[in-house]
């Protein structure tokens, strides 16, 4: 296929470069940081315009990522993520391209899924800062205050976005199931779970956890793990991660939006991976410390069954075997 990848400069998204070329396909990069490829902004219709006629699929994973710094950054994700996103959809309609592949995120969900004793399945409300502040880190049953258990968490959950990434990444599902739907194309979102691997961007206040690890021991500092660090993840290796996105590029239905968890079944604690990380790297053992933001989820852990079943993606970088090469490799 001719694929337009856009943030083809990026960390998932060079992975992702390679995995297309790899394949067979003939990819064109379009990103803000040029170098090697097309530069240009998502959100400049002309950039797209100029590159997209005769395109089969476009392979969106430009964005502005993370959890960001304060209000102050709204405009940015509105601007880059929304507007972006609705620029390039309407383009790739004028231009006839009819498939789409869009860098989504677990944090549509908001807090992960979990089970009351009582209640059965529940989805809690977000964390108290008085119970945070006495260390009670677990969620409760909105309907009982109980303790709950954490379950996994499959694609038809209710979408609850907590912070505005995760407000624009679901705002991105929404215009992409728009475009479908009006168009007859085929969207395929990937829900990605926490990415890491070789180039991820070094520590910065949009960094995920992995990344902010790995800075601190390749500074000779120990990882500080937040709450206790019980909180569970989904670390998943950036080239399973493109290999999702290469999967994708055969699947989906016309005229609809489906979604699809891109994580790698094998759960662990923040707190494993400060270990597993630190250990690799030969650098100081984590620290707990307790802190917490009040923006955090506790536990969010995926189901991969249905892009199993459907996209026949199944991770296959291991957690220690990637852990192992992320202590080592570079970062971006
Ligand atoms: C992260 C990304 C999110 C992305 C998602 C899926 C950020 C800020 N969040 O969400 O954008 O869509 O993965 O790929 O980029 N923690 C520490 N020490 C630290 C920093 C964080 O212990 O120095 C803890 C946090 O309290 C949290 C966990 O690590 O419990 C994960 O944090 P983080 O990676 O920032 O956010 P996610 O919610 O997992």
Redesign the pocket.
């Known amino acids: 296929m001719k694929v337009l990848l856009t943030g083809s400069a990026g960390f998932i998204g060079s992975h992702v470069a390679e995995a297309l070329t790899a394949a067979g396909h003939e990819v064109t990069g379009l990103d803000v940081r040029a170098g090697g490829v097309e530069g240009g902004d998502v959100r400049d219709e002309t950039a797209a315009g100029r590159l997209l006629p005769g395109v089969d699929a476009v392979v969106h994973q430009a964005a502005k ?4 710094v304060d209000v102050a950054d709204l405009p940015d994700y509105a601007s880059v993520n929304v507007y972006g996103t609705a620029v390039l959809l309407a383009a790739m309609a004028r231009h006839g391209v009819g498939r789409l592949v869009l860098a989504s ?3 549509v969900y908001g807090e992960g899924a979990y089970e009351c004793g009582e209640h059965g399945p529940v989805r809690p409300r977000p964390r108290a800062a008085e119970d945070l502040d006495r260390g009670i880190f677990e969620p409760r049953c909105p309907g009982c205050a109980s303790p709950l258990t954490p379950a996994v968490i499959g694609e038809d959950a209710p979408a609850d976005p907590r ?1 505005a ?2 407000t624009t ?1 679901l705002a991105q599902e929404h215009l992409a199931a728009n475009w479908a739907r009006e168009t007859g194309g085929v969207a395929v979102a990937l ?5 890491y691997g070789p180039r991820m961007p070094r520590d910065t ?9 790995r800075s ?1 021991l390749e500074a000779g500092r120990a ?5 206790d ?1 019980g ?1 569970r ?1 989904d670390f ?1 290796h950036v080239r399973d991660v493109a290999r999702a996105n290469l999967a994708a590029l055969a699947a989906g239905r016309e005229g609809a939006l489906s979604a699809y968890n891109v994580a790698s079944g094998q759960p662990h604690t ?2 494993e ?2 270990a597993e990380l630190a250990a690799a790297r030969g650098g100081p053992g984590p620290v707990v ?1 307790g ?3 009040l ?4 536990h ?1 852990v995926a189901s991969p069954d249905r892009a199993r079943a459907e996209l026949g993606f199944q991770a296959r970088v291991g957690f220690a075997e990637g852990m192992r090469e992320f202590a080592a490799a570079p970062l971006g």
């Open positions: 990522v993370g959890l960001g995120s677990m944090v912070n990434y995760a990444k829900r990605y779970h926490n990415v206040p949009y960094s995920g956890v992995a990344a902010i690890f601190a990882p500080r793990v937040f709450e660090g909180q993840r998943v923040v707190g991976m400060a410390t802190e917490y933001r923006g955090d989820v506790r969010i």
